[in-house]
C-alpha cells in the first residue's frame, strides 16, 4: 500500500469513521433510550460509540481485560455510560461520588504501572494533581446552567479532543493522536446530530464520559508517549475554556457568537502549544513517522 | 532407599541445567533489529541496553539455558524524534513494558549452531521464539576472565506481540533481531 492511501484509509478510520458512528449512535439511541436519558445520555453514547468504533479500528481490539493501558479508555467510558445512566440523574452528591468511582478506576490504571519511575512523594504529587484536574473538569463541564447547555458545548469538546491530538502526533504517538482525533470527530457527529435532534445535549452523562476518555487521554499522552510537559498543560487548558460562556454577556449570546468565543477560547493555548512544538522540535531531525 | 527416592523427585523438579555460567556484558554486546521500510530496504536499529545469564557447557550443550533481558527504552536508531515514537505506544510502550525478555526453554544442536527455542516476552505477551545461536571459542580478558561470545538471530513477526502500527502501510511486519553477546564467565 502505498503512503498516500495509508494516510487517506488512517484519517477515514479516525476522522470520518467516528462522525458517522457518534451521529448514528446518538440518534439511535435517542430512539431507543427512556424520556429522562434521550437527550444527555444519547449524547454520551453517540460519543462513545464514535470514539470506540474509531478505537478498535485503529488501534484493534486488544481483548478483555486489557494489556496496554490505552486499551483501556474505551472501557473506562463505557463504565460512564452505565454508571450514569443508571444513577447519574439524581443528584450532585451521588453525581460526585460517581466521579470518584471513575475517577479511582482511571488513576489506577494509568499510574499503577508508574510505580518503578515515581517515589511515593512524586506519586501522591501526581496523583494529588490529577485529581484536582478531575475535579475542576467536573465543576467546569457540570458547572454550565442547565439552560446554557446548548450545541456549542459539541464544539467546546472538539476543539480540546483535537489538541489532545495535536500535541501527541507532533510530539511521538500517531496512534494516540488518532484516537484523540476519533473523540474530537466523535463530538463532531454529536453537533451534527444536534442540528436535527434538538433535544441532545450535553448533561451529567455526556460530562462524564467526556471526562474520562479526555483525563485517560491526557494521562497516556504524559506519562506515556512523553509529550513535553508544556504542550500537555496548554491541552489540557482547552478543556477550561467552557468557563468563559459563565460571563454575563456571553449568557444571553446566540449560537454562533458563543461558539465562536468558546473555540477561540479553547484553541488559543492549542495554538501556544503546537508553536511550542513546532519551535522546540530539532531542525536536523526529518523522521516522518514511518510514512 | 526412601532418601534417594525423594532426593531423585526434588532433582527431577528442575530443569538438568549443567555448564559454565556466563554473565551477558552489556558494554561489549549488540541488540540490532531489521525491518523493511517501504517494502524495499532494510532499516536498522540497535538497543543500547542488555543484560543476561548464559549457561554453556561446550561438553553438552543442549543442557545449556539463555536469559537475556533487554532494555525496551534504550531503542536507538540515530533519531531521537523516532526513538521516542518507538518507546510509545505505537510500538514497545517502554514505560508499561520496559523490558522485553527471552528465557530458553529447549536446544538442539543442529550441525555448528544451536537452535535455541524459548519465551520471548515483548508488550506483556509471552510466545516462543527459536533463535540460531553460534557459539564462539573462548577468550582470556582483562584480569584473566574467560569470555565467551554468542551470535544469534531470528526473525519474529511483530504483530504476534500486538505491535501493528505501519504494517500494511510502510513498514513490515517481520522484524529480524541479530544479537551479538558477549560472555564473562562467572
Redesign the interface.
Known amino acids: 500500500?502505498q503512503?498516500t492511501e495509508?494516510i487517506v484509509e488512517q484519517l477515514f478510520k479516525s476522522a470520518v469513521l467516528p462522525v458517522i458512528a457518534g451521529g448514528a449512535g446518538a440518534f439511535l439511541s435517542s430512539r431507543i433510550l427512556p424520556d429522562r436519558l434521550r437527550g444527555d445520555g444519547a449524547a454520551a453514547v453517540g460519543m462513545l460509540a464514535g470514539f470506540a468504533v474509531s478505537f478498535y479500528a485503529v488501534a484493534?481490539f486488544?481483548g478483555f481485560p486489557p494489556?496496554?493501558?490505552?486499551q483501556w479508555v474505551p472501557f473506562l467510558g463505557l463504565a460512564a455510560v452505565i454508571l450514569f445512566a443508571i444513577a447519574g440523574h439524581k443528584n450532585t452528591a451521588i453525581r460526585g461520588i460517581l466521579h470518584l468511582v471513575l475517577m479511582a478506576g482511571v488513576l489506577w490504571i494509568f499510574y499503577k504501572?508508574?510505580g518503578?519511575?515515581y517515589n511515593t512523594w512524586e506519586m501522591i504529587m501526581w496523583i494529588g494533581g490529577s485529581i484536582a484536574v478531575w475535579a475542576a473538569l467536573w465543576l467546569s463541564w457540570e458547572g454550565v446552567e442547565e439552560s446554557e447547555r446548548h450545541k456549542e458545548l459539541f464544539l467546546a469538546m472538539v476543539v480540546t479532543a483535537t489538541g489532545i491530538s495535536l500535541v501527541s502526533v507532533m510530539?511521538?504517538?500517531?496512534?494516540?493522536g488518532q484516537v484523540s482525533g476519533a473523540l474530537a470527530a466523535s463530538c463532531g457527529g454529536l453537533f451534527l446530530a444536534s442540528l436535527f435532534l434538538p433535544g441532545l445535549r450535553i448533561g451529567p452523562t455526556g460530562a462524564a464520559v467526556f471526562i474520562t476518555l479526555t483525563v485517560g487521554l491526557l494521562l497516556?499522552t504524559y506519562?506515556?508517549?512523553?509529550v513535553h510537559a508544556v504542550a500537555s498543560v496548554l491541552a489540557l487548558s482547552a478543556g477550561f475554556a467552557i468557563n468563559i460562556l459563565r460571563l454575563p454577556f456571553l449568557r444571553e449570546a446566540g449560537l454562533i457568537k458563543r461558539s465562536v468565543v468558546v473555540c477561540a477560547v479553547g484553541l488559543a493555548p492549542i495554538v501556544a502549544a503546537v508553536v511550542f512544538l513546532l519551535t522546540g522540535?530539532?531542525p536536523e531531525?526529518e523522521?516522518d513517522?514511518?510514512? | 532407599m526412601k532418601y534417594a527416592a525423594i532426593l531423585l523427585s526434588v532433582f527431577a523438579l528442575f530443569p538438568a541445567v549443567a555448564g559454565d555460567v556466563f554473565n551477558v556484558d552489556g558494554g561489549h554486546s549488540s541488540i540490532v533489529f531489521s525491518v523493511k521500510h517501504n517494502n524495499i530496504a532494510d532499516f536498522y536499529g540497535r538497543f543500547n541496553k542488555v543484560d543476561g545469564t548464559i549457561t554453556y557447557d561446550a561438553g553438552n550443550p543442549t543442557a545449556g539455558s539463555f536469559e537475556i533481558t533487554i532494555d525496551a527504552g534504550s531503542v536507538d536508531t540515530n533519531s531521537d524524534r523516532r526513538d521516542k515514537h518507538l518507546r510509545n505506544a505505537d510500538f514497545f510502550n517502554a514505560v508499561q513494558f520496559p523490558e522485553v525478555t527471552f528465557k530458553s526453554t529447549s536446544i538442539k544442536q543442529k550441525g555448528d549452531a544451536l537452535h535455541v527455542t524459548g519465551d520471548f516476552t515483548m508488550l506483556g505477551k509471552t510466545k516462543p521464539v527459536t533463535f540460531e545461536i553460534t557459539v564462539s571459542d573462548t577468550a582470556q580478558g582483562r584480569g584473566g576472565t574467560t569470555l565467551r561470545g554468542f551470535n544469534a538471530k531470528t526473525t519474529i513477526k511483530r504483530s504476534e506481540w500486538g505491535m501493528t502500527y505501519g504494517i500494511g502501510g510502510s513498514l513490515g511486519d517481520e522484524v529480524t533481531i541479530i544479537a551479538s553477546l558477549e560472555g564473562i564467565h562467572k
Not at chain 1, 67 to 70: E, K, P, T
Not at chain 1, 171 to 176: M, R
Open positions: 500500500m503512503s495509508m484493534g486488544g494489556v496496554r493501558v490505552d504501572p508508574l518503578r519511575l510530539d511521538g504517538s500517531a496512534l494516540i497516556n506519562h506515556y508517549v512523553e522540535a530539532p531531525d523522521y513517522y514511518g510514512y
